[in-house]
């Protein structure tokens, strides 16, 4: 916390003295090109995923978060320097207060075609009572986070959460012409044998699906180490059943595809601890108290709440974006083992899947 302060008050300081250009692109020192910003708009969530929260959280003090038009201000500062895609996420983003209004405001930059994709990281919960507003601004695909299709196991995974709802709410979502993904993570001993069903039952349905390995982010209580299975293993069972067949489609994120040759399918697989994805990274993400992460993997961050609310004036938070980026490192580190705390305190909930 007094490292953050710290920050904040060098990042001030040098701001001041340091104004940038509003319209230059944010290319980091390894000449990578920042095109995509993800946003945590709360940390909050009524979910208590296992893998992602201990069930007895302490939440940010509302103070502390940034208003709606704060984050509206600062994803269009972003969207000046060049990023041309925003993801919505959280903690649940579909449970912060009044989101519709920062959706509907982000929308302009699709208007004006400064933003190529205004998308959402959901658990789902939320998608009946929002799917159609969603679509009508202009959202177009929603990624919906699933594990199971058995509602057991889906309490015991989410803790509080309830199948038939999410279900609810993607077949709201499809009707409003929404585009899904699933994201399934894999967990041993947890979802092991429903890898094919869930392949068959997003498929079947037109929605893509892709397997995420567990990434160690924040104390949960229980060793990671039993909740991670290495996708190798998920693409090796499916290998008793498919015929795989590596693919060059890509869709600008960590995940790799192959194609299921008896179903046409194409399952995606992000592999952050078995196969780093880090040369080609594009992104960084925001919390919702404004801090910046230039790597979810790296500890290190920039405050951008400071600057953005010492002065009206953008380019203060633009300068500061600049030196951030400029801190982009390389990539991440992770390790999953019993004695390794782990790699970073920060749950995936701040953020941001
Ligand atoms: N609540 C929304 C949801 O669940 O989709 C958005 C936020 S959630 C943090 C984003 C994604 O991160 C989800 O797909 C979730 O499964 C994944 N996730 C959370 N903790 C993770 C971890 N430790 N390792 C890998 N994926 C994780
Ligand atoms: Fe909530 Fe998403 Fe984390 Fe589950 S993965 S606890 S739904 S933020």
Redesign the pocket.
Known sequence: MLRMEEARRADMDSDSANVTSLHRPLTDPFQRTISYLRV?VTDR?D?R?V???AEDMTFLPKREVLTLEELDRLCSVFVRRGVRKLRI?????LVRRDIMTLFRSLSRHLDTGALEELTV????SQLGKHAADLAACGVKRV???L?TLDPDKFRKITRWGDLGQVIGGIDAAQRAGLKIKI???ALKGVNEDEFERLIEWSHGRGMDLTF???????D?GPA?IDQFLPLSVVRARLLDRYTLEDIDYATGGPARYVRIRETGGRPGFIT?MTHNFCESCNRVRLTCTGVLYMCLGQEDAADLRSPLRASPDDRIVSAAIDRAILRKPRGHDFVISRRQAPASAR???T???
Do not use: K, Q, W
């Open positions: 945590s969530c979910f995923c893998y992602c929260m996420t959280g903690g649940e983003p990281t959901t658990n789902g990624n919906v986070s594990d994201n399934a993570v995420i390995e567990v990434m160690p982010l924040g949960i990671r952050p749950h995936m909930s953020t941001g899947g």
